[in-house]
């Protein structure tokens, strides 16, 4: 009995720790797990930008058709929305709306920002 308990404590002592080849094979688990992760988190954050410019493009329609009705007519520039009122600021979010989109003077629809 002695001495199968120590041949299995000389064991233990002899086979402590990890191999190398055990140690690496973690590492390239953990980066691919990383990987998968960053690549999902960065999804999620296009679509949040895409979400606020299509509300500020809602705003802002909203406030041309506020607009036309007080004015009979479509404003030509966002900066006429925000004088006479019908915003409280050009928006300035992620479209970018106030600089790079066009009110139609005709139909007033709103051509978003190459960023939408």
């Known amino acids: 009995m ?3 308990l120590a041949r299995l404590r000389a064991a233990r002592r002899d086979n402590s720790g990890f191999t ?5 094979i973690v590492i390239i688990i953990l980066g691919v797990l990383a ?8 999804g999620i954050t296009d679509n949040g930008e895409e979400a606020a ?3 500020e493009i809602r705003t802002v329609e909203t406030a041309v058709e506020a607009f036309y009705a ?4 479509y404003p030509a520039t966002v900066g006429d929305l925000v004088a006479g009122g019908f915003l409280r600021t050009a928006p300035t979010g992620p479209s970018n709306i106030a600089g790079a989109s066009t009110i139609n003077a005709t139909t007033g629809a ?3 920002a190459p960023a939408c």
């Open 2 to 4: 002695q001495n199968t």
């Open 20 to 24: 190398l080849i055990e140690l690496l």
């Open 35 to 42: 990987a998968v992760v960053v690549f999902s988190v960065r």
């Open 53 to 55: 410019c299509q509300t």
């Open 70 to 73: 007080e004015n009979n007519g």
């Open 110 to 112: 709103i051509t978003p």
